[in-house]
C-alpha cells in the first residue's frame, strides 16, 4: 500500500512545530543535545526569506522530477493548475511551506509536501536554523490533511 502511495504522488500537510537555539543528533526536541546556538538575530523577514528559498528549491526540483522542459509554456501551465507532479522516483519534495506562527525561540509551519518521511521532516527543520545561522529542533509534527491523518509526537 505504500508503494501505491509513492507512486500516486499523494501530498499530505503537516502542522510542524520547532525551536530555535540547539541542535541534537536526531533533530528532535528529545534527543541527545549537540550544539546550543544563539537565535536572537532571527527575524520574521528572515526566516520568511529561507522558507520562500527552500520551497523555490523543491518547486525547481518538482519541475525536474516531473519531465518536462523548465523553460517551456507546458511547465508554466502545468504549475499554475497545481498540476505538477514527478513522473519519475522523486526524493521527499515540499510543496508549500508557510509560518503559522513566530515567536522565538519557537515558531510553527504548515508544510505540504509528498515522498516524506518523519526523519525527513526534522531535518527540513534543521536546516532551516542552519540557513538562519543558528540551529532549530523539531518538537512536533502532525499530519493535518492527506491519505491517513498521523500525529508524530517527536520521541
Same mark, same amino acid.
Given at each position: 500500500?505504500l508503494?501505491?502511495?509513492h507512486?500516486?504522488?499523494y501530498t499530505?500537510?503537516?502542522t @510542524?512545530?520547532?525551536?530555535?537555539?540547539?541542535?541534537t543528533a536526531?533533530?528532535s526536541?528529545?534527543?541527545? @543535545?549537540?550544539?546550543k546556538?544563539?537565535?536572537?538575530?532571527?527575524?520574521?523577514?528572515k526566516?520568511?526569506? @529561507?522558507?520562500?528559498?527552500i520551497?523555490?528549491?523543491?518547486?525547481?526540483?518538482?519541475?525536474m522530477?516531473?519531465n518536462v522542459?523548465?523553460?517551456?509554456e507546458?511547465?508554466?501551465?502545468?504549475a499554475?493548475?497545481?498540476? %505538477?507532479c514527478?513522473?519519475v522516483?522523486?526524493?521527499? %519534495?515540499?510543496?508549500?511551506l508557510?509560518?503559522?506562527?513566530f515567536?522565538?525561540?519557537?515558531?510553527t509551519?504548515?508544510?505540504r509536501?509528498?515522498?516524506?518521511?518523519?526523519?525527513?521532516?526534522?531535518? @527540513?527543520?534543521?536546516?532551516?536554523?542552519?540557513?538562519?545561522?543558528?540551529t532549530?529542533?523539531c518538537?512536533?509534527v502532525?499530519?493535518?490533511?492527506?491519505?491517513?491523518?498521523?500525529?508524530?509526537?517527536v520521541p
Amino acid at each position: 500500500m505504500l508503494t501505491a502511495m509513492h507512486e500516486n504522488n499523494y501530498t499530505r500537510d503537516y502542522t @510542524v512545530c520547532g525551536t530555535f537555539g540547539k541542535a541534537t543528533a536526531d533533530f528532535s526536541d528529545a534527543g541527545k @543535545v549537540v550544539e546550543k546556538t544563539t537565535f536572537d538575530h532571527i527575524s520574521r523577514e528572515k526566516f520568511e526569506r @529561507v522558507l520562500a528559498m527552500i520551497q523555490g528549491a523543491n518547486q525547481k526540483s518538482l519541475i525536474m522530477h516531473s519531465n518536462v522542459d523548465l523553460k517551456s509554456e507546458e511547465a508554466y501551465d502545468l504549475a499554475v493548475q497545481g498540476q %505538477l507532479c514527478p513522473k519519475v522516483k522523486s526524493p521527499p %519534495l515540499i510543496l508549500a511551506l508557510r509560518c503559522l506562527e513566530f515567536s522565538p525561540p519557537d515558531f510553527t509551519l504548515e508544510i505540504r509536501c509528498m515522498h516524506e518521511s518523519q526523519q525527513h521532516i526534522r531535518k @527540513v527543520i534543521h536546516e532551516i536554523g542552519l540557513e538562519l545561522r543558528s540551529t532549530a529542533v523539531c518538537n512536533k509534527v502532525r499530519c493535518t490533511h492527506g491519505m491517513a491523518l498521523l500525529h508524530w509526537t517527536v520521541p
